[in-house]
């Protein structure tokens, strides 16, 4: 069944609509204070251009393979790999601190800190791990429906907790100087990561050519009017206490509704992450198989998609024990992501016609290269990671032409015996 643009522009939002808005405005706002909204805002007008920029990809090349497939028609397959590794590696950095924000909220309701966080991550994953193991899929409707449930949850904890906003919860403005605001840009990107997911949709509409545009227009103002909705909302509201909160959604609801509802987010945030973290793991699982299948990886580590999940499952567990704060797991994994959307929107420079497509994509590409930077250290990891891949694509290629050389003597040959003269000399 083909996708019309009313579906797709659903899908597209909850390809970005993720986990991270249930605890990013605690984060932009304890980097930046206020001045946070200014992150938001430059983050919202960057999704314009990235957005568009991956429409007119998806559109004149529409196939599943989304921005891997770009890259390797602009930069060659070593690049693409790159991007593989990119996006792969990432997964078990980000699906710790995905499950941190629901046992954020599961710890504010049953107490226990930490343990409560840890325990709610080893319980998400070892769910979704033994679900794809077995091949079970969260269908795409319960994504859909879970991502439903978020809006919903937004509009309403905006709706009541607004009457509460104070206009002096507004000063001081830049509590952290200017600098705070590229913080905070930074640590926003996890939020609208997914505006490559366009791309890898394009196959699926009925006119990709028309509809793609359309349904990413649309998605682009929805996401940003919650967003900043949310944000906004949370600073007026909250105040100073914003930077401090572990379930800023639950504190807002608490404000405007009363009543047990911090259970109800909790639960929310649970069922949310959930749907999020099977959506990356099988993904990642599906992405190692094939990166294995086109030589990016080695065949016994990930050549099946059971290995690849296996692999992903340990390098979380692996990860949730690195002493690494929050902040600076979400500027590990955002860094790759960065990088991923710097080698597509150069990809688009090269593929898409010269006007007013390129253009835009020669802005996205310029913010998405400013966005590297105001990662700061993390981005090293983005850097290693697609270096790691051109090295092994480099290494295998080496020693594939090595193994493929053939003996100049056949295999069907002998040697020959000294004590036998050759023919001419027999007489």
Request: charged share 15%; aromatic share 12%; hydrophobic share 50%.
């Given at each position: 069944m083909k996708l019309n643009v009313a579906q797709g522009t659903a899908l597209s939002v909850g390809a970005v609509l993720g986990t991270g808005v249930i605890s990013m405005p605690a984060l932009a706002a304890d980097v930046a204070g206020p001045s946070s909204l200014l992150a938001w805002a430059a983050l919202i007008l960057l999704s314009a251009p990235l957005a568009w920029t991956f429409a007119a990809l998806g559109a004149r090349h529409?196939?599943?393979g989304g921005v891997s497939t770009y890259v390797r028609l602009a930069f060659g397959p070593r690049a693409a790999a790159a991007v593989g590794?990119?996006?792969?590696f990432a997964v078990p950095l980000g699906a710790p601190a995905a499950a941190?924000?629901?046992?954020?909220?599961?710890?504010?309701?049953?107490?226990?800190?930490?343990?409560?966080?840890?325990?709610t991550f080893l319980g998400i994953v070892g769910l979704v791990y033994v679900m794809n193991w077995f091949g079970l899929r969260i269908s795409g409707r319960v994504q859909l429906w879970l991502t439903g449930t978020l809006a919903v949850l937004l509009l309403v904890t905006v709706a009541t907790a607004l009457p509460y906003a104070r206009w002096d919860n507004l000063r001081p403005f830049a509590p952290h100087g200017w600098a705070g605001i590229g913080a905070a840009a930074a640590v926003l990107v996890w939020g609208f990561a997914g505006w490559e997911a366009v791309?890898?949709?394009?196959?699926?509409?009925?006119?990709?050519?028309?509809d793609v545009p359309r349904a990413t227009a649309v998605a682009v103002a929805i996401?940003?009017?919650l967003y900043f909705a949310v944000a906004a909302t949370s600073v007026l509201v909250l105040g100073p206490s914003l930077g401090n909160s572990a379930a800023p959604l639950a504190d807002l609801l608490a404000v405007g509704v009363g009543g047990p509802v911090r259970a109800v987010t909790a639960v929310v945030a649970v069922l949310l992450t959930i749907g999020?973290?099977?959506?990356?793991l099988a993904g990642a699982s599906r992405l190692g198989e094939a990166l294995a299948r086109d030589g990016a990886l080695p065949r016994k580590v990930f050549g099946t998609q059971r290995r690849s999940l296996t692999f992903v499952l340990v390098a979380s567990l692996v990860a949730v024990t690195v002493p690494v704060a929050l902040k600076t797991s979400m500027l590990l994994v955002t860094g790759c992501f960065t990088l991923v959307y710097v080698l597509g929107t150069a990809?688009?420079?090269?593929?898409?016609?010269a006007g007013a497509s390129r253009r835009w994509a020669g802005v996205a590409?310029?913010?998405?290269?400013?966005?590297?930077?105001l990662t700061g250290p993390p981005a090293l990891l983005s850097l290693v990671v697609a270096a790691g891949a051109v090295v092994y694509q480099a290494w295998r290629a080496r020693r594939s032409a090595k193994i493929a050389i053939p003996s100049s003597i056949s295999s069907g040959s002998t040697a020959p015996n000294p004590n036998t003269k050759p023919a001419c000399e027999v007489a």
């Open positions: 529409p196939d599943g590794w990119c996006f792969y941190a924000f629901a046992g954020n909220y599961v710890a504010d309701v049953i107490g226990g800190g930490r343990r409560t966080v840890i325990a791309s890898s949709l394009s196959p699926d509409y009925r006119n990709p050519r028309r996401v940003g009017v999020a973290v099977n959506a990356y990809a688009a420079l090269r593929l898409l016609p590409f310029v913010a998405v290269l400013g966005l590297l930077v």
